[in-house]
C-alpha cells in the first residue's frame, strides 16, 4: 500500500474526552460522545458543535430517511444495547420517538447494532433481527435467527436484502420484506462484520481484514489484510474507506479501496490510535477516536 503525499490536510479536533460510533447524514456528522453521554452534532463544514441530544449511555448510529437513529446502551456493561431506540428529528435536533426492544408478544430483546436504509430499519442482536416501523414507532417484526451459527456479529440493509454475519464465520441473507432465509455463505473469517450492500456485493470486516463478497455467486470477490482491527463504510461512488490497527505502525491507518476490484487508491498512517468508527459525506471522510480525536480528510478529487 502507498502512503498519500503528507500535504494531504487532516483536520485535527477534539469535540469530546471519548468518542464512539459516527455517522454521517443531513450535511454534517453525528458522533457517539460516551464520555458526557451525549449525541454531538458537527456542522459539516466547520466541525462545530451544532448540537447535543442527551443519551443513556453509549450508543449504535444509523441515518435514513429524515431521521438519525441512536441505539442506547440503557445502562449495564458489555456489548448488548438494551434500548430504547431513539428516533431523532435532523429538522430541529428533538428526540421524537423512544421505541423499546419489546415485541407483541411482550418478550424483551438486546440490540448489539441499528441499520437503517430505503427498505425500513432493523436493530439486530445476539440471535434476533427486529424491524422497527417507522409509523405505529415500535417493533413490527421480528426473525429469530437461533443460535446454530453462534452469535450475530453485524448487519447491512440493501437492494430488498439483509445480510447478517455470524460468530462461526457465515453470512446469512434474508428477504426484506418477509423475514425468509434466502442464502447462507461462508467466509474465510471467524465474525465477519457485514457493513454495506451496494452493486450486488456485500462489504464486510473480520479480524482486522476488509473484503468483498459477491451475494450472486455467494463467494468472496477480494480480502485485504490490514491489520489487527478494521472498521469500514462504503461512500456514495463505491469507495470503501477503512480504519484500521497494526501493530508495527506508529499510528491508525486509513485506506481507501475500490468496492468492484479491492484495488487499494490510498493509504496512509494517521496520528491517533484506538479508532471507534468511520462516517464518509459531504465530501469528507471522519475517524473517531476512543481518546476524543476526531480527524477529517478532505481528499482531494475524490468524490465521496
Known sequence: MRD???????????????????????????VDDRARERLLRLDGRSGRVRAAVPVDGRIALAAAGRSVWALQSGGGYGLGLRGPLLRIDPR???????????????????????????????????????????????????ISVGDEHGELTGLAVGAGRLAAGTADGHVLFFDARTGTRTRIV????????????????????????VGALDVAAGRVDWIRRLGFRAGAALGSDGLVWAHSAAMHERGDRI????????????????????????????????????????LTLTPPGLDV
Open 4 to 30: 498519500v503525499p503528507r500535504t494531504e490536510p487532516i483536520t485535527v479536533s477534539h469535540p469530546a474526552d471519548g468518542l464512539g460510533a459516527a455517522v454521517a447524514g443531513f450535511g454534517d456528522l453525528w
Open 92 to 142: 430541529s435536533d428533538h428526540v421524537r420517538a423512544r421505541i423499546p426492544l419489546t415485541t407483541d408478544a411482550g418478550d424483551s430483546a438486546l440490540g448489539f447494532g441499528v441499520q437503517a436504509g430505503a427498505g425500513g430499519v432493523w436493530v439486530w442482536g445476539p440471535h434476533d433481527i427486529l424491524r422497527i416501523g417507522r409509523r405505529a414507532e415500535r417493533v413490527s417484526a421480528r
Open 186 to 209: 461462508r467466509v474465510a473469517f471467524l465474525k465477519p462484520s457485514p457493513r454495506a450492500l451496494a452493486g450486488g456485493r456485500l462489504l464486510f470486516t473480520a479480524s482486522g481484514a
Open 255 to 294: 485506506t481507501a479501496l475500490r468496492l468492484a476490484t479491492g484495488h487499494v487508491v490510498t493509504s496512509r498512517v494517521v496520528p491517533a490510535f484506538g479508532s471507534t468508527g468511520i462516517a464518509v459525506g459531504a465530501g469528507r471522510v471522519t475517524i473517531a477516536t476512543a481518546g476524543g480525536a476526531l
